[in-house]
């Protein structure tokens, strides 16, 4: 249900992956009125989808209805640890946090991450990739990315006690993604008849780790003429 495999994958991210301003709160379907699908709420989304699964499977799973809804409820409550354990792993891989580290040191330190980066509105890909130049000692470009930059310089005093891999940084935070406002560019382009705009994103996109020179629209964000976003059901 709601683009969600039967194996737990999201198959349609949509623009929320790419966030030029960082929001939990984002809605960018334009039937979503009351914000239900808001990236922030994306992990209670993955759980009542299953829940839904659990519905559906409860006459497989034990002929006696009440068994089946307490083992499926069982299952069930497996949830939210198992998302917060993969949530605070992929944000160690993207801080470039040793695996050494205590989980709550990297949990702390993600959640806080977090809430400074709403607060400034920062682009959520261009700011980890910057952050990697502050692992080898070049926190300016990181810097800029805030109008208030010290609560961040104290967070980022934290993260480099911890020892933080840019190298390893920059194999998992990518320069480039197919940014909304590049895709309709190249949409439009396409529809008109000419495919060369497609071409170059989709050339820039499959080597999303490695920067390359005459490819730095690619990593900007959108200008403020785009607009908010919005998308409709079914797209």
Known sequence: ???????????????????????????????????????????????????????????????????????????????????????????????????????????ALSTDLVSLLEIGRVDYTGFFRRLADAARGEAGAAHELFADPEPFNLWAQRWLALGPDAAAMDARNPVYIPRNHVVEEALDAATAGDLEPFARLLAVVRSPFVEREGCERFARPAPDSFGPYRTFCGT
Not at 56 to 83: G, H, K, M, W
């Open 1 to 107: 249900t709601d683009n969600m495999t039967i194996s737990g994958e999201t198959i349609d991210y949509g623009p929320c992956a790419f966030m030029e301003a960082f929001d939990p709160a984002s809605v960018y379907s334009s039937i979503d009125l009351q914000g239900r699908y808001a990236f922030g709420r994306q992990s209670r989304i993955g759980e009542w989808n299953l829940a839904r699964l659990a519905e559906a499977l409860l006459p497989t799973i034990d002929a006696d209805t009440d068994r089946a809804v307490e083992l499926a409820q069982n299952a069930l409550s497996r949830y939210a640890d198992a998302f917060n354990a993969a949530w605070s792993e992929g944000m160690r891989v993207k801080l470039g946090i040793p695996a050494d580290v205590d989980e709550a040191v990297t949990t």
